[in-house]
Nanobody
Framework: QMHLVESGGGLVQSGGSLRLSCADS????????MAWFRQPPRKEREFVAA????????YYAASVKGRFTISRDNAQNTLYLQMDILKPEDTAAYYC??????????????????WGQGTQVTVSS
């Protein structure tokens, strides 16, 4: 069982930075592939980034590659998303998720069985 709680969202100007955190109070965090998804206003949820259970092999959506960095601290049961050079189109509710379905790809939200409640990121122009 996992209980994911995001924090770190807020309002930032275009070009600014934010760091999101996702803490888990369970005991299986280090065993799961973890990811960040986001849902912009009036749009479907979309993949942002994923990271392997050991912390290696990060994978990014093309829209954020080079600007966002996903990382994790398994000793602290915490997932991070460092977001730099933010753009207005990054405005969305951001969710962390734990993968529970074995599959080749890591960008399908249907393969993730645990989700946080979300944290809002708003980027002003």
């Amino acid at each position: 069982q996992m209980h994911l709680v995001e924090s770190g969202g807020g309002l930032v100007q275009s070009g600014g930075s934010l760091r999101l955190s996702c803490a888990d109070s369970g005991r299986t965090f280090r065993a799961n592939i973890m990811a960040w998804f986001r849902q912009p206003p009036r749009k479907e949820r979309e993949f942002v980034a994923a990271i392997s259970s050991s912390g290696g092999t990060p994978y990014y959506a093309a829209s954020v590659k080079g600007r966002f960095t996903i990382s994790r601290d398994n000793a602290q049961n915490t997932l991070y998303l460092q977001m730099d050079i933010l753009k207005p189109e990054d405005t969305a509710a951001y969710y962390c998720a734990a993968k529970t379905v074995f599959s080749r790809d890591n960008d399908n939200p249907q393969d993730y069985g645990y989700w946080g409640q979300g944290t809002q990121v708003t980027v002003s122009s």
